[in-house]
């Protein structure tokens, strides 16, 4: 399983994915989720994938390959004139790679299913978010939608609708994003360290900060353990049910 998130901030985006796929609690790997790619000044994009590992390095690859040799039949991510026109070219070869494999016989099941994210900046815009689903079509973050999650969303979810602001600074939702993978972690195996964050500030047209957080960083174990001692106390403190 997987978990990533995108956020949309007043000042930019904020990306954080974690690196866990498994296929079985005895065959546990560790594999990037996050794939970005830029050309400063003009333009910056992030990926980030959840689902089926075979399908989502597929089309990364298809990426990355068209990136090398574009033209008017196969465009590619460094040429597009839009973010729109981006999510439109990942969700076609999304789907066309899904669909090649559902077709296959005995395992033309959803086996082969993934779900992306896609986010960022062309020159002439304002940053975009993007989510994609394994059928091809996509849906776009705005106001009332400011975050999409993939993967294993429900149990970082909460905190997130709680604890949201446009106005927050990257240093706030970083701490929430934090918070959110951790109680991720806790509640299910297939979610785990090392996380991948990448922070892109609007009209930069240039990648900011990249980090990756190991399950032992000081300042995640500070988060986990403060939130952690925070619900025990707010817990604490509503009154006990009367019979």
């Known amino acids: 399983m997987t978990y990533c998130v995108g956020m949309k901030l007043n000042r930019g985006l904020v990306f954080m994915s974690d690196t866990r796929t498994n296929a079985g609690v005895d065959n546990i790997s560790t594999f990037n989720k996050m794939q970005t790619w830029e050309v400063p000044g003009e333009r910056v994009i992030t990926l980030m994938s959840a689902g089926n590992l075979a399908t989502t390095q597929a089309v990364i690859s298809l990426l990355e390959e068209r990136n090398k040799a574009p033209d008017d039949r196969a465009p590619s991510l460094l040429t597009v004139p839009s973010m729109f026109r981006a999510a439109q070219h990942i969700a076609e070869l999304l789907h066309e790679e899904i ?33 994609i689903y394994p059928e091809g079509n996509f849906i776009e973050a705005g106001d009332d939608t400011p975050f999409f999650q993939i993967g ?26 934090m918070v959110s993978f951790d109680s991720t972690i806790k509640a299910n195996l297939s979610v785990g360290a090392p996380l991948d964050l990448q922070i892109y500030e609007e009209g930069a047209l240039t990648l900011g900060p990249r980090r990756r957080i190991e399950a032992d960083d000081p300042y995640f174990q500070t988060i986990s353990n403060g939130w952690g001692d925070a619900l025990k106390l707010a817990f604490d403190s509503l009154p006990d049910f009367e019979f």
Do not use: C, W
């Open 99 to 131: 669909t090649a494999h559902a077709n296959g016989g005995q395992q033309a099941d959803s086996t082969f299913d993934a779900t992306l994210m896609l986010g960022g900046q062309i020159a002439g815009s304002a940053p975009r978010l993007f989510l």
């Open 152 to 177: 294993e969303t429900k149990y970082g979810r909460p905190i997130l609708v709680r604890a949201y602001d446009p106005d927050m600074g990257f240093e706030a939702a970083v701490k929430l994003m």
